[in-house]
């Protein structure tokens, strides 16, 4: 009986200890070091997901591309930035026996707000992002003649982790779902179908200049 107690003793003080750790070292209110309030961080990346066509006999492809980024950290007493995204993102479309000259390419027009949490660790900054945005796309190829061209809603949440190697130069990757949800209407012989079709980007890689 002792013993047990004296273990929970041990664990309660363990947590108090690592809880005032914790609030010694993480702040939700000011930017991570060199970020301050009002930095602009323009950012180039290279991302990659999946792309699910729905379309028959077509199968579920790769989808990589590149983007831009400005965040502008706003000047008020908790550690946020927002800003908009624009890229490029395309898929080689996997079907009728790997003969087909199918594509698909998109323009994704993307706002995103950014928390970007303090852990007091000098050049790391880590951060939880939300975006939601509209995707412009169209096919490529002879195969999808009859095929409008598809459009719609994109929205998604990731987390970052960035690493300033100079005050104004640094490397990060955003790792979570983003996902694009493309409506598409086909028209063969008379009949017009409305149909669904999305992507999903999981990973993105790229550097950061912060003016």
Same mark, same amino acid.
Do not use: A, Q
């Given at each position: 009986m002792a013993n047990s107690r004296k273990a929970r003793a041990i664990l309660v003080l363990a947590l108090v200890l690592g809880v005032t750790a914790l609030g010694f070292s993480f702040d939700i209110k000011s930017f991570p070091s060199p970020i301050q309030k009002g930095s602009i961080l323009i950012s180039g990346g290279f991302g990659l997901g999946l792309f699910y066509p729905a379309i028959a006999g077509a199968e579920n492809s790769a989808l990589v591309g590149g983007s831009v980024a400005v965040d502008y950290a706003l000047p008020i007493n908790f550690a946020l930035t927002v800003g908009g995204e624009i890229g490029y993102s395309g898929s080689k479309l996997k079907s009728w026996g790997n003969n087909s000259d199918a594509s698909l390419g998109e323009i994704p027009i993307i706002a995103r707000v950014a928390w970007h949490p303090n852990w007091e660790v000098n050049n790391l900054d880590t951060y939880v992002l939300v975006k939601f945005g509209y995707g412009i796309g +169209?096919? &490529? &190829?002879?195969? *999808?003649? &009859?095929?409008? $061209?598809?459009?719609?809603?994109? +929205? &998604?949440? $990731? *987390?970052? +982790?960035?690493? +300033?190697f100079l005050p104004a130069f640094g490397a990060f990757l955003e790792t979570g779902y983003e996902y694009h949800f493309l409506r598409f209407k086909t028209d063969f012989g008379g009949w017009t179908t409305t149909w669904s079709a999305f992507g999903a980007k999981f990973l993105t890689l790229g550097v950061t200049l912060r003016l």
């Open positions: +169209f096919w &490529g &190829g002879d195969d *999808l003649d &009859g095929l409008s $061209n598809p459009h719609g809603v994109i +929205f &998604g949440t $990731n *987390l970052g +982790f960035r690493y +300033f």
